[in-house]
């Protein structure tokens, strides 16, 4: 079933905007914000699955630091994670100021809090529920425990929650919450967190300093791993600080950096695209599918570099020959109005319900397909277009 929402203009001064466009990136903002609140409640205030531990096992015996005696305590992990990566798109504008464009640099570093905004969400959320589920212990537990009666246990009999003297004195309080993070080992929260935000940061420089050139230039290829290397260095501290296991560091590196690849390359094209100098996609194009063989548009954004990813856009005048043979008589569009946003919108919803039911190809880099019919029967014949 294809559902058509025709789309319309925003004006702001001399600026317009696509409706459909900017309510997409604003639910994709709500989307992430409420990920992110609804997940950090959850991970603070929902007690996690207690997990059996035994007493004697010295792996559990490690003395407890707090927060504060961490090497990365959680205001240097946000500065790490989420500041750096915001300050590293600002200066990767700022820096290619004489090859871009404003409107560009602007979109890039859109995209790119885009990018680190839906992958911090994502991985909160999955870190929060794989903690609270696995309740695995932490390897300073008995200190954060305080047990009592211990006596009483048979040797090598596992004890629960109920043997720790703060579960049992407190119930609430701070004591309670610092044994209930003791239930958190699996998988590390720190190490997922910085490995997104370095991950990304890394894959950013990468792209636009272009360290795939195939030239061996030592410096940009330093520059850009030397995140991973920081991300390294928190994984080592969670270790030392007694806050994780190997398995729990292992986890969550992998968690951030499989979650910081997906999103990146949502926003952006692959590093490996040299010409495209590590710039974004652009801006996405809503109801428009039908003119791509149902795969969605972008909106073209004004570039002064070549190279830049420009594929399934409607509003650049090399389209224009592609649309003759769809073009009623006497009908026309001049290469002005179509790269004018109001005109170009109008044009192709009034296209549009000319075409009802066809789906057509006017991408500028795969296969000619016809246009499908969604009326013709199965073994029909598809229907091609003249010049398209």
Request: proline share 6%.
């Amino acid at each position: 079933m294809h559902f058509y929402f025709p789309d319309w203009v925003i004006k702001y001064k001399e600026h317009q905007i696509s409706a459909l466009s900017l309510y997409s990136y604003i639910l994709d903002w709500s989307i992430y914000i409420l990920i992110l609140v609804i997940f950090m409640v959850y991970g603070t205030l929902l007690p996690p699955r207690y997990h059996e531990f035994l007493l004697l096992d010295s792996a559990l015996m490690y003395s407890y630091r707090s927060e504060k005696e961490t090497v990365i305590p959680l205001y240097m992990l946000i500065i790490i994670a989420v500041v750096i990566p915001i300050i590293q798109f600002i200066f990767c504008s700022i820096y290619n100021r004489h090859t871009l464009s404003g409107a560009r640099r602007a979109w890039d570093i859109f995209s790119g809090l885009m990018a680190l905004s839906g992958s911090m969400a994502t991985q909160l959320m999955i870190t929060c529920i794989l903690k609270n589920i696995c309740g695995l212990p932490r390897p300073d537990l008995i200190s954060r425990c305080q047990p009592t009666q211990t006596e009483m246990l048979i040797y090598g009999q596992l004890a629960t929650v109920e043997i720790c003297e703060t579960f049992l004195r407190d119930g609430v309080g701070p004591s309670l919450h610092i044994l209930q993070e003791g239930f958190r080992s699996f998988p590390s929260g720190h190490l997922s967190t910085v490995f997104c935000g370095m991950v990304i940061t890394s894959l950013n420089f990468a792209g636009k300093l272009q360290i795939f050139d195939k030239r061996g230039i030592s410096f940009k290829v330093l520059l850009a791993i030397c995140p991973i290397m920081v991300a390294c260095f928190v994984s080592c501290t969670r270790i030392s600080d007694n806050r994780h296991f190997l398995r729990d560091v292992i986890g969550g590196s992998m968690i951030g950096t499989h979650v910081a690849i997906w999103f990146y390359l949502q926003y952006f094209p692959s590093i490996f695209n040299l010409e495209n100098c590590g710039r974004a996609y652009p801006p996405r194009r809503i109801g428009v599918a039908n003119f791509f063989n149902n795969v969605g548009g972008f909106w073209k954004i004004r570039d002064v570099l070549p190279g830049a990813y420009v594929e399934r856009v409607l509003n650049n005048p090399g389209i224009i020959p592609q649309l003759s043979s769809e073009l009623q008589p006497g009908e026309s569009i001049s290469a002005v109005e179509i790269v004018d946003l109001s005109t170009n919108i109008s044009f192709f919803n009034k296209l549009t319900s000319l075409l009802p039911d066809k789906y057509i190809n006017l991408n500028n880099t795969d296969p000619i397909l016809p246009v499908w019919t969604s009326r013709s029967a199965d073994n029909d014949p598809p229907i091609i277009p003249k010049s398209i």
